[in-house]
């Protein structure tokens, strides 16, 4: 009896670790991200150039796309990190695969429009947009696996 208390307080550490760093992610990353969206009013309102031009129309919806997925994603850290004491059955690796998927969605997929907004060529976004269906992609598998953690609850 005593083997299986002392994995259950293991496990409810684990869950309390996680619920900790998805907080502290999610908050400080929509702080970043509502930041963001200030710089990029910011540009608007002073009728910057670099956001402004008809040629960077593309650097406008890159940064704007970077500033809402990443608004969206670190709200979605958040929410994941306040339901883990909802979904007892969600435990073990699908729970830690989906929290780091959710961590590598937050960094990719913004991050992929930013840079894609960076340098411009021509009216396409730049390399680094190859960074945004990998974060899509884990977006996709974190919510997946937390979807079918919600089963076991």
């Not at 883990?84 to 780091?100: K, T």
């Not at 396409?124 to 990998?134: F, H, N, Y």
């Not at 992609?137 to 974190?142: D, E, M, N, Q």
């Amino acid at each position: 009896m005593k083997k299986a208390q002392k994995e259950k307080t293991q496990e409810d550490e684990v869950a309390l670790t996680i619920r900790r760093q998805k907080l502290k992610l999610g908050w400080w990353a929509l702080c970043v991200f509502l930041v963001l969206g200030l710089v990029l009013e910011a540009l608007h309102g002073f009728k910057s150039e670099l956001y402004l031009d008809v040629q960077n129309e593309t650097r406008r919806l890159m940064w704007t796309l970077a500033h809402a997925h990443g608004g969206l994603i670190a709200i979605l850290n958040i929410l994941f990190g306040l339901a883990i004491p909802f979904m007892p059955g969600f435990e073990g690796p699908a729970r830690e695969w989906a929290s780091r998927c959710l961590t590598g969605a937050l960094i990719a997929l913004p991050a992929g429009f930013f840079l894609g907004g960076v340098f411009i060529h021509g009216g396409d976004p730049g390399l680094g947009i190859v960074l945004a269906p990998l974060g899509g992609a884990l977006l996709i598998v974190g919510v997946f696996l937390t979807a079918r953690g919600t089963l076991d609850s």
